[in-house]
């Protein structure tokens, strides 16, 4: 009797948590896009998109003033634009790879207002299926409580939340990464491969990394379709540019420059006032060491030498734990090159090994995994940059382990959960050979 109590208690737990957190997912995420009074991230490449459907410069930033939606002008368009700023303080127009366009193309020729809703809708349905996905991966069982723990984890990321809400192409690309991390494992080699493909003609810095993958398990079948589908939209994207003599590239190595220059968006510098909504190692490595140079060269050497240990037991293991090894290359893609809050969605992929493994030989490391990813339900970087704008803790503000702890707290936790997650693979291999 006593263990039917429990186990109705634990149920009941499970599932209140699951509405709780639904309710959370919808209201930080697609209400604030719905009734956000400012724009979002995806009105830059919307608008750029439609630039290049009429064979203009997407990466002018006259151009991009000129096609902007009257319903959404904005005071500071004009001002920006005539002071050549808008790239360096709005970080538009954003420097999206020429493939994005012509993927893009699907939404950007509706009108603005008839976009938003559906490029929502796209997103939705792109978090949903990276959901099932990765769950049907695992041994998840509907009837156990452990499959309705991890829906609710995964509406409790506030990376989701984050990139739904801005309108960010990111829950896209990732969600076009799950789907085809599940049509690989099902040998549905050709679907992988043009998702992936898809993946990186949006977002490269997501993409790449699942490409690199299936190029180090040499699934063949997988990487012709995905270069064939890359290659075929750089030509119609470039090509098209051509024919209608769009001077096109000095724009995009000027907004690719000026995104990395002090005091943008990109900067990880106190120049930048909002560098903690970035989460690569530079943010770390510059409070500990102040210099511009050495936070460059620390956070590649770190994330070299991390790389180095996963490429090692990659190649001793052939990847047999597919989650757990995708679920660590993710993780270390984050640390070296520049990434916003929202990328972080990519967690998914440790949170689902972590959750699988959690009664497992591994289990140590699995519930690390997930106790680490527990930082991300809270946008923690961008709470305490607010609280620092509102003069809170001024005395903390100046102290060396505010800055080096406090403020860069989620860059130490993708720090520790790329430890733990490398440090799992060693030892997984370890327990294979004795199964042997």
């Given at each position: 009797m006593t263990d039917k109590v429990h186990s109705e208690l634990g149920w009941a737990l499970v599932l209140c948590f699951l509405v709780l957190t639904a309710a959370e997912f919808l209201i930080r995420g697609p209400v604030r896009f719905v009734f956000a009074d400012n724009f979002n991230d995806f009105l830059s490449p919307y608008i750029q998109t439609r630039a290049w459907i009429k064979g203009l410069d997407p990466y002018s930033p006259q151009n991009l003033a000129e096609l902007w939606p009257a319903a959404e002008r904005f005071d500071f368009l004009s001002k920006d634009l005539a002071d050549g700023s808008l790239v360096k303080r709005r970080g538009i127009p954003t420097a999206y790879p020429p493939t994005s366009f012509v993927l893009l193309t699907t939404v950007a020729w509706l009108p603005w207002r008839v976009a938003c809703p559906v490029w929502l809708s796209i997103s939705l349905l792109a978090f949903a299926t990276m959901v099932l996905s990765l769950a049907s991966l695992t041994d998840f069982a509907w009837s156990e409580r452990r499959t309705y723990l991890f829906l609710g984890l995964a509406l409790a990321l506030a990376p989701f939340h984050t990139g739904l809400a801005a309108g960010s192409i990111v829950i896209v690309v990732v969600g076009a990464c799950s789907a085809a991390v599940w049509a690989a494992n099902r040998q549905h080699d050709v679907m992988a491969g043009v998702l992936i493909g898809v993946a990186v003609g949006l977002k490269p810095q997501i993409g790449l990394p699942f490409l690199l993958y299936y190029l180090l398990r040499r699934r063949w079948p997988i990487l012709i379709p995905a270069t064939v589908t890359v290659i075929l939209l750089a030509s119609v994207a470039i090509g098209y540019m051509e024919v209608n003599h769009a001077l096109w590239v000095d724009n995009y190595q000027s907004d690719n420059r000026v995104l990395f220059a002090p005091g943008s968006l990109g900067d990880f510098t106190e120049s930048n006032p909002i560098r903690f909504g970035l989460i690569n190692l530079q943010v770390l490595t510059y409070a500990i060491t102040s210099d511009r140079s050495r936070a460059n060269v620390l956070a590649v050497a770190v994330t070299g030498v991390l790389a180095l240990f996963w490429l090692i037991v990659f190649r001793r293991s052939c990847g047999r734990n597919e989650l757990l090894t995708l679920g660590a290359l993710t993780v270390l893609t984050l640390l070296p090159?520049?990434?916003?809050?929202?990328?972080?969605?990519?967690?998914?992929?440790?949170?689902?090994?972590?959750?699988?493994?959690?009664?497992?030989?591994?289990?140590?490391?699995?519930?690390?995994?997930?106790?680490?990813?527990?930082?991300?339900?809270?946008?923690?970087?961008?709470?305490?940059?607010?609280?620092?704008?509102?003069?809170?803790?001024?005395?903390?503000?100046?102290?060396?382990?505010?800055?080096?702890?406090?403020?860069?707290?989620?860059?130490?936790?993708?720090?520790?959960?790329?430890?733990?997650?490398?440090?799992?693979?060693?030892?997984?291999?370890?327990?294979?050979?004795?199964?042997?």
């Amino acid at each position: 009797m006593t263990d039917k109590v429990h186990s109705e208690l634990g149920w009941a737990l499970v599932l209140c948590f699951l509405v709780l957190t639904a309710a959370e997912f919808l209201i930080r995420g697609p209400v604030r896009f719905v009734f956000a009074d400012n724009f979002n991230d995806f009105l830059s490449p919307y608008i750029q998109t439609r630039a290049w459907i009429k064979g203009l410069d997407p990466y002018s930033p006259q151009n991009l003033a000129e096609l902007w939606p009257a319903a959404e002008r904005f005071d500071f368009l004009s001002k920006d634009l005539a002071d050549g700023s808008l790239v360096k303080r709005r970080g538009i127009p954003t420097a999206y790879p020429p493939t994005s366009f012509v993927l893009l193309t699907t939404v950007a020729w509706l009108p603005w207002r008839v976009a938003c809703p559906v490029w929502l809708s796209i997103s939705l349905l792109a978090f949903a299926t990276m959901v099932l996905s990765l769950a049907s991966l695992t041994d998840f069982a509907w009837s156990e409580r452990r499959t309705y723990l991890f829906l609710g984890l995964a509406l409790a990321l506030a990376p989701f939340h984050t990139g739904l809400a801005a309108g960010s192409i990111v829950i896209v690309v990732v969600g076009a990464c799950s789907a085809a991390v599940w049509a690989a494992n099902r040998q549905h080699d050709v679907m992988a491969g043009v998702l992936i493909g898809v993946a990186v003609g949006l977002k490269p810095q997501i993409g790449l990394p699942f490409l690199l993958y299936y190029l180090l398990r040499r699934r063949w079948p997988i990487l012709i379709p995905a270069t064939v589908t890359v290659i075929l939209l750089a030509s119609v994207a470039i090509g098209y540019m051509e024919v209608n003599h769009a001077l096109w590239v000095d724009n995009y190595q000027s907004d690719n420059r000026v995104l990395f220059a002090p005091g943008s968006l990109g900067d990880f510098t106190e120049s930048n006032p909002i560098r903690f909504g970035l989460i690569n190692l530079q943010v770390l490595t510059y409070a500990i060491t102040s210099d511009r140079s050495r936070a460059n060269v620390l956070a590649v050497a770190v994330t070299g030498v991390l790389a180095l240990f996963w490429l090692i037991v990659f190649r001793r293991s052939c990847g047999r734990n597919e989650l757990l090894t995708l679920g660590a290359l993710t993780v270390l893609t984050l640390l070296p090159v520049y990434h916003r809050f929202y990328d972080a969605s990519l967690l998914i992929f440790p949170l689902t090994w972590g959750l699988e493994a959690w009664s497992s030989q591994l289990k140590m490391f699995a519930r690390g995994t997930v106790l680490l990813i527990l930082i991300f339900l809270v946008p923690g970087g961008t709470i305490l940059q607010q609280l620092e704008h509102m003069n809170f803790g001024v005395s903390w503000q100046h102290s060396w382990w505010w800055t080096q702890f406090v403020m860069t707290h989620e860059i130490w936790a993708l720090l520790f959960l790329s430890t733990t997650l490398l440090l799992a693979m060693r030892f997984s291999q370890a327990y294979i050979r004795k199964a042997t």
